[in-house]
Nanobody, 124 residues
């Protein structure tokens, strides 16, 4: 079993910053990718940012230059620093991880895991 535990959501004003953290624990052999997705009311879930264990990053165009993702491999933790927040960033942010577990067969792709989600609200 693998669990993702998130922290750091909250209510801020436009222009302020927040930092989200997510730590994976459980039967982890290795982590391939970690990242964040978000879903605003009435909208589909969208990618915010991802990072591989080698440090390769991918950002949504809407957050480039404002958000920074980092991974701490030894701690199985991904951090999303969100600066210059805008009201349109308001959403439930969910942590994502692609993980090779200690119990899965060799040669099988990593399994996808999701956190429970944390609310980020940006007021204007």
């Amino acid at each position: 079993q693998v669990q993702l535990v998130e922290s750091g959501g909250g209510l801020v004003q436009a222009g302020e910053s927040l930092k989200l953290s997510c730590t994976a624990s459980g039967s982890i052999f290795s982590i391939n990718t970690m990242g964040w997705y978000r879903q605003a009311p009435g909208k589909q879930r969208e990618l915010v940012a991802t990072i591989t264990n080698a440090g390769s990053t991918n950002y949504a165009d809407s957050v480039k230059g404002r958000f920074t993702i980092a991974i701490h491999n030894a701690k199985n933790t991904v951090v999303l620093q969100m600066n210059s927040l805008k009201p349109e960033d308001t959403a439930v942010y969910s942590c994502y991880a692609a993980i090779f577990t200690t119990t899965q067969p060799m040669g099988v792709p990593p399994y996808d895991y999701w956190g429970q989600g944390t609310q980020v609200t940006v007021s204007s």
